[in-house]
Nanobody, 115 residues
Framework: QVQLVESGGGLVQPGGSLRLSCAAS????????IGWFRQAPGKEREAVSC????????YYADSVKGRFTISRDNAKNTVFLQMNSLKPEDTAVYYC????????WGQGTQVTVSS
């Protein structure tokens, strides 16, 4: 069964860092452009970042540009999201998926930025 499992979330103070992981089973991530998405309470799910299949080019939402870095480790079949200089407005459940949303959404990982 194709599955994406997000991990690495937690409670962090403003200005802190977290590294999220997206591990895949029954799907080879380097065949796909992969995105990180987030959904804050009462808000729509939004795209945060994505990484291309071919040349590793990346996209970042303006709200996270310069603070978040997406990367992939094909040997581990995992995509990462390094999040630095976290802000309270980054609080959300974070999900990964193919850019074309070809996989059922996983449970996500909760990120809470609060002092």
């Amino acid at each position: 069964q194709v599955q994406l499992v997000e991990s690495g979330g937690g409670l962090v103070q403003p200005g802190g860092s977290l590294r999220l992981s997206c591990a895949a089973s029954a799907i080879t991530l380097d065949y796909y452009a992969i995105g990180w998405f987030r959904q804050a309470p009462g808000k729509e799910r939004e795209a945060v970042s994505c990484i291309s299949r071919s040349d590793g080019s990346t996209y970042y939402a303006d709200s996270v540009k310069g603070r978040f870095t997406i990367s992939r480790d094909n040997a581990k079949n995992t995509v990462f999201l390094q999040m630095n200089s976290l802000k309270p407005e980054d609080t959300a459940v974070y999900y990964c998926n193919t850019v074309e949303l070809q996989v059922a959404w996983g449970q996500g990982t909760q990120v809470t930025v609060s002092s």
